[in-house]
């Protein structure tokens, strides 16, 4: 199963974590990528960096060799189904609206989520996280 790289750890790996670097290029045998969404959350923080050329040249070499998956109608729906089982939980939604695009992005294309919080993805059905030994 293919393996879907949350924003927290494609930041790291732009910054050079030797953590990040290792897990990345292992998972990277049996194949990964990124949501739209992180694509957005990551280049935000390329704007937000001291040197955002550098930034940009760097992030757009790394972002080339992943696939990124788009926000379809399948995503949306996967999404409003995970919106509505916290909603039933009595949980809230939207402070999570990221985390929950991305969780659908992940199930609705059949990857393993890559993240460090855990914690963001609780409670969403059919998500599947990777766990680091």
């Known amino acids: 199963m293919p393996y879907l790289i949350d924003s927290d750890w494609l930041i790291d790996y732009l910054d050079g974590r030797r953590e990040a670097v290792q897990l990345i290029e292992q998972l990277a045998q049996d194949g990964i990528s990124i949501s739209i969404f992180t694509y957005m959350e990551v280049y935000q923080g390329v704007l937000r960096s001291r040197d955002p050329m550098l ?10 060799a992943l696939p990124i998956l788009p926000f379809t109608r399948s995503v949306a ?45 609780q409670n969403l059905p059919d998500l599947v996280l990777y766990e680091l030994e």
């Open 55 to 64: 930034a940009q040249h760097q992030f757009a070499s790394i972002v080339a």
């Open 77 to 121: 729906e996967r999404s409003a189904h995970l919106r509505e089982t916290l909603r039933k939980q009595g949980k809230r939604s939207r402070r999570r609206a990221l985390d929950i695009m991305i969780a659908a992005t992940a199930i609705a294309h059949d990857h393993v989520l890559v993240t460090r919080n855990v914690v963001d993805y």
